[in-house]
């Protein structure tokens, strides 16, 4: 028979977890509490998987570059920001890349080099963003089994699992404290908590609690326009792409970033995007160039088209006279895609670096 340390409720021996408190029985035990975790984690794992591979779509390799990879999908369904993954054989998920153009025709930017992925390889593709959270994970436990901890690493670590120690607040005065579109006064506890937030040293991390409709994403949104007025870079992120949008509608659009794929479909949030602003920036050179693939492969649909009618009546010669102008307009439909995906490479990168405020 054991209790539970923290509540005292009596447990089941081989309990991993108080069912009154949920406190963590082994914490103290890093070998049995990564242990847990690593079971936990891939039970997760796999039926997310099991979920994730219900929807995938036909794709056909169109081009790859040395860190981008574009694929003609069966039917539109993968956007800006998507994290997107193929089926492999027993039925694995192997994440790709973060789509940089969306639509029926994607291109990736690939976490690394596409080995084995050819042109005209067909993949079964699915969305895999929360595979790429677990496998983020369980590689973080393989690196603190394989003590292969960097010191930024052990600092997170310590940060997150250690034992916290209180530290006295020193706020720093808020000189504004009106919303940040200057439409209403802050209240008294909005305040306190953004001075809170601004007097913070390296490595101290503030816990703010509260329920529905109090003004927390108020506080977050002004706290991130006020460390940015005062010099600094934020990075705002959740387990959920609204509660990012709603922070970051309320910030100035001229300095926030929003990264990944906006859930809501106002345009205001738009706005934000990575993509949106790569692709305003720009402009008519990346429209023209996306419209001068659209009519090569148009081109080269017309051409396969009359070959294989050719065969089919036995035209022969004639069809493999079609081979050297199909060569031609491939090559150059290849050159096209490798200048489009590098121009938005290259933009949406400058972007991320410039940004002041980034949401994902």
């Not at 509540?7 to 070998?31: E, H, Q, S």
């Not at 242990?35 to 794992?45: A, D, I, S, T, Y």
């Not at 994970?137 to 930024?152: A, D, F, T, V």
Request: charged share 30%.
């Amino acid at each position: 028979m054991n209790f539970c340390p923290r509540c005292g409720k009596w447990i089941r021996v081989g309990t991993a977890i108080c069912p009154k408190c949920g406190y963590v029985l082994f914490l103290n035990d890093m070998g049995m509490f990564l242990g847990f975790m690593k079971r936990l984690l891939l039970n997760e794992r796999m039926e997310a998987k099991r979920r994730t591979i219900k929807e995938v779509v036909p794709g056909e390799i169109i081009d790859v570059g040395k860190d981008t990879i574009t694929i003609s999908c069966h039917f539109p369904k993968f956007e800006e920001g998507d994290v997107v993954g193929y089926v492999k054989r027993q039925r694995e998920v192997e994440p790709l890349g973060t789509v940089i153009a969306g639509g029926k025709i994607i291109t990736l930017k690939t976490y690394r080099p596409p080995i084995g992925l050819t042109e005209s390889h067909r993949l079964n593709l699915c969305e895999a963003e929360v595979l790429v959270g677990y496998d983020l994970q369980l590689e973080l436990i393989r690196k603190i089994r394989e003590r292969e901890l960097s010191e930024y690493d052990n600092r997170v670590i310590k940060l997150l699992f250690g034992n916290v120690d209180h530290f006295r607040l020193n706020k720093k005065t808020l000189t504004n404290k009106r919303s940040i579109n200057g439409k209403f006064q802050l209240d008294d506890s909005q305040i306190d908590v953004i001075e809170s937030i601004l007097g913070l040293e390296d490595g101290e991390v503030l816990l703010v609690i509260g329920p529905p409709g109090t003004g927390k994403t108020e506080v977050i949104a002004k706290a991130a326009f006020e460390i940015f007025r005062n010099g600094g870079r934020v990075l705002i992120t959740s387990h959920t792409n609204r509660a990012v949008d709603n922070a970051i509608e309320k910030l100035p659009v001229e300095y926030t970033l929003r990264v990944g794929r906006p859930e809501k479909l106002l345009r205001i949030v738009r706005l934000y995007s990575l993509s949106y602003k790569a692709r305003t920036a720009l402009g008519d050179k990346l429209r023209n160039l996306e419209k001068r693939i659209e009519n090569l492969r148009r081109w080269l649909k017309e051409l396969y088209a009359q070959r294989d009618e050719w065969y089919k009546i036995g035209l022969k010669n004639k069809a493999l006279r079609l081979k050297s102008k199909i060569d031609k307009l491939r090559d150059e439909l290849k050159i096209c895609f490798e200048e489009r995906n590098n121009m938005l490479k290259e933009e949406s990168t400058k972007l991320v670096k410039e940004a002041k405020i980034i949401g994902t």
